[in-house]
């Protein structure tokens, strides 16, 4: 099992920024892949961004190009979204997701992370 604690949502005022932070514990860090998808009222929860295992790869949803950062720091278990430039339309809970398969972190296929956070709310004001 990989526990997963997202902390660092809140509310913030359009063109403003925010840093979530997820902290992993129970298996091996370096593992696994780590992600952060969302999910908007009456929406169905989508993929935002995730990063291999190394960190040396990432992939973002063309929605957040050039606005969000996803970043890994192995030595402390920990994975950082920092969240720039934000939009009314980026409002949602927030989640942080683990996999060993980097396919199914994207949800390639249909697949979905085997492991999931809590959420963390981020509301952004116009």
């Known amino acids: 099992q990989v526990q997963l604690v997202e902390s660092g949502g809140g509310w913030v005022q359009a063109g403003g920024s925010l840093r979530l932070s997820c902290a992993a514990s129970g298996r091996t860090f370096t593992n696994y892949n780590m992600g952060w998808f969302r999910q908007a009222p009456g929406k169905e929860r989508e993929f935002v961004v995730a990063?291999?295992?190394?960190?040396?790869?990432?992939y973002y949803a063309d929605f957040v190009k050039g606005r969000f950062t996803i970043s890994r720091d192995n030595a402390k278990n920990m994975v950082y979204l920092q969240m720039n430039s934000l939009k009314p339309e980026d409002t949602a809970v927030y989640y942080c997701?683990?996999?060993?398969?980097?396919?199914?972190?994207?949800?390639?296929?249909?697949?979905?992370?085997?492991?999931w956070g809590q959420g963390t709310q981020v509301t952004v004001s116009s």
């Open positions: 990063i291999t295992s190394n960190g040396d790869s990432t």
């Open positions: 997701a683990a996999d060993i398969s980097a396919l199914a972190l994207r949800g390639v296929g249909g697949q979905k992370p085997d492991y």
